[in-house]
């Protein structure tokens, strides 16, 4: 008689059985989704896609609106910076440098010749005062005097007025720029208040203006080297 092993039948008819759960497990499964979504409209959330673009961290450039608060060297050699306003019960304070960024001397003598302009740069009706004692007192006038700027070196001016309204049916004149040149019948420079304006002269429609000082040099700075006047 053969003698059939029992082993190798036992290991067959795990094996079948295994086979058999795994695949009741997998039907089971699949049964409790289509009954949970019949339709199979449900989908796995889709993942957005990863931005890999790099960053733009280049500076914001000036827009068109962007005060003009210096000019560039001018024919003669010269350049214009605005300073701030300062304000005070109604006391406007500011100054105007101007800079010899040439390569020869300039002489300046005396008051600067200023116009304000409005925003079309069509002139104001102000009067524009030698001194700022009809402004206010204490406010600092220097004599004028003559003397030389060597390339590099600067000079200042100090523009006052008030913005108060003592006459409500006088319109208070407002400009947006000054045209200042450093003697009258030079070339002018047009720029605005070190802060865009407005210029806002009350209705007395006054501006006094002091004489050129020549500024004194920062301590341990370096005079900016001299450009090229534009032609």
């Not at 309204?165 to 208070?172: L, N």
């Not at 720029?177 to 450093?182: L, Q, T």
């Amino acid at each position: 008689m053969t003698r059939i092993s029992v082993r190798p039948v036992l290991a067959l008819a795990l094996v079948a059985t295994l086979a058999t759960l795994a695949t009741g497990c997998g039907s089971l499964a699949d049964e409790l989704d289509r009954e949970a979504d019949p339709a199979r409209v449900s989908q796995p959330p889709a993942v957005p896609p990863i931005d890999t673009a790099p960053l733009d961290t280049s500076a914001p450039s000036d827009g068109p609106d962007a005060a003009v608060t210096a000019t560039a060297c001018d024919g003669e050699g010269l350049r214009a910076t605005s300073g701030m306003v300062n304000a005070a019960m109604g006391l406007r304070s500011m100054s105007i440098t101007v800079t010899n960024c040439g390569t020869g001397a300039y002489e300046l003598n005396g008051y600067p010749a200023l116009t304000v302009l409005d925003e079309d740069r069509e002139p104001v009706a102000i009067d524009v005062l030698k001194g700022t004692e009809a402004i206010g007192t204490g406010l600092g006038n220097a004599k004028p005097k003559v003397f030389t700027l060597k390339p590099g070196e600067s000079a200042t001016t100090s523009l006052t007025w008030r913005n108060t309204v003592t006459d409500a049916a006088r319109p208070a004149p407002h400009g947006t720029f000054f045209d200042i040149a450093p003697v009258p019948g030079r070339a002018g420079h047009v720029l605005q208040p070190g802060d865009g304006g407005p210029i806002d002269i009350g209705t007395a429609a006054q501006l006094g203006v002091t004489a050129w000082e020549k500024a004194e040099p920062d301590s341990g700075a370096t005079a900016p080297a001299p450009s090229t006047p534009a032609s």
